[in-house]
């Protein structure tokens, strides 16, 4: 231990022997060991007068340090002068109220080592007090250096671990074995909309919020507990939530020292992927449907024109036949010629509307005009025609005027008409209505053919849709004369709806909203 200094002894210093020879002697040996033992501490012992003037410092100081232990005594204010300056302040201010109310302290602050080296010390002090009052200061400085920097470097890792977790764009979650919550970054809390919410430490309020957010909220639970039950297991999920939203979820056992401690999630949002995939595959389909719309519509187009070409052939030729030998050439012949040429520019008419109506593109040439007239006008070109059809027609007693396109809107109850007499190829009554109330006036035409199935009946006003038992009635159609008709209804601000039961027939409606309505001296025909 380095001399004591002059001043009042301590308890720490030797005192003069006053004893006989053997006494001293033994006292002295008593001090050797005393002070080797303060000396071997591995730490500074030391102590000070309140004002930090030092009466005692074992030689760990200059052994740690670099100063002489005289330095130690002789400098007034050693200590402070040797504080790092950015801990001199506090640390003498810190150190001096402790031991103005005697109590025993402990900090760590920084030194300037003689050889510019900062060396890191806790100083545990203990207060003696006389009178109240602080007399001595005594305490021990420990070298902290090796652990602050250790503590220091773990600082920078947990900082470094951390910046990194909430940086990356996945999800992150780490549970120990029984499901508690250790960590999370912020992705995992932005995913589940769990910001406001402390999630470490709570597990069962965090899965019940997850599970709440899935689709298959028990078979998630389910599989979240079956992995908990075997830790040493890897997933990979494919999570849907209520939102739409889907998320890959990835688990792995976590290790320490070999030992699974717990398991470690990362949620990754794949929405947009899902989605994108999702939706070609959607168009995808569509494409290969349209294009098997599009080859059995020109199959159908094909055929539906060809058919009125072979018997018109006929005609033509038998007409020329007739002329060239002379014979008489019969009207009825060339009517049945025209029949056909009518059908194939009937055809053609359709085939060309369908288009207009498909690229927005019908035009409607608007006057008010008497519907009951159109009906009667319309119905009385097929009462003609109707072969084994029993056509009865029913209207108002006065005039409906509306806002319409003649052409158009008689091309509608045509269509109606002839598709009730081709799809009652049996026959039987065709019944023409024309009602109105509540400002509408309602077409409806009914027939007891072979009815459309009911889960076929909602897309009967599609493109080119016929209904499946069409073709087993024997008529050709190419599933585009409704597709129009609703075109024309809705432009007129109307609608148009089927009633129908399969085998027992039809009732085509067709409302449109009125003008006004007159006084009508013929209401039947
Ligand atoms: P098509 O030229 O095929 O008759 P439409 O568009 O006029 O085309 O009709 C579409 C489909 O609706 C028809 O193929 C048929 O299946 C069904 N359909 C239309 N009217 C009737 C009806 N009165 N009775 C039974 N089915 C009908």
Known sequence: MAAPQPGPAGPLSPGPPSRPDDTARELSRAQREHAELIDSVDGIVWEADPSFRFTCVSKQAERLLGYPVERWYQE??????????????????????????????????????????????????????????????????????????????????????????????????????????????????????????????????????????????????????????????????????RDGRVLELYSMPQRQRGLITGRVWSFRDVSARVHAERERERLLREAHEAIQVRDDFLSIASHELKTPLTPLRLHLQMLKHALESHQPVTPGRVDKALGQVRRLSAL???????????????????????????????????????????????GPDEDVLVSGDRGRLAQVLTNLLENALKYSPLGGPVRVTLTHSGGDAVVSVVDSGIGIPKEEQAHLFARFFRARNAPVSGFGGLGLGLYICRDIIERHGGHIWVESELGRGSAFHVSLPILSTRPLHEAHV
């Open 76 to 241: 007034p204010d050693f200590w402070v002068t040797h504080v790092h300056p950015d801990d001199r302040v506090w640390a003498a201010n810190y150190c001096r109220e402790a031991a103005e109310q005697c109590l025993p302290h402990e900090f760590e602050y920084r030194m300037l080592a003689a050889d510019g080296r900062i060396v890191w010390l806790r100083d545990i002090v203990t207060v003696v007090a006389e009178d109240g009052r602080p007399h001595r200061l005594r305490g021990i400085m420990v070298d902290i250096t090796g652990q602050r920097r250790a503590q220091e470097h773990l600082e920078h890792t947990v900082s470094l671990l951390e910046a990194t977790l909430d940086s990356t764009a996945d999800g992150l979650l780490v549970v120990n074995l029984s499901g508690n919550i250790l960590a999370c970054n912020r992705r995992f809390q932005q995913i589940w909309g769990l910001e406001d919410m402390q999630p470490v430490g709570r597990d069962a309020p965090v899965l019940r919020h997850v599970s709440e957010k899935v689709k298959d909220p028990e078979g998630f639970v389910a599989r979240v507990r079956a992995l908990y039950a075997t830790p040493e297991e890897e997933s990979f999920d494919i999570l849907e939530l």
């Open 348 to 394: 053609v008419n359709d085939l060309l509307d369908a288009s207009c109506v498909g690229a927005g593109r019908m035009e409607l040439q608007r006057t008010p005009m008497s519907l009951p007239e159109l009906a009667r006008e319309v119905f009385s070109d097929f009462r003609a025609a109707s072969g084994n059809h029993a056509l009865t027609y029913e």
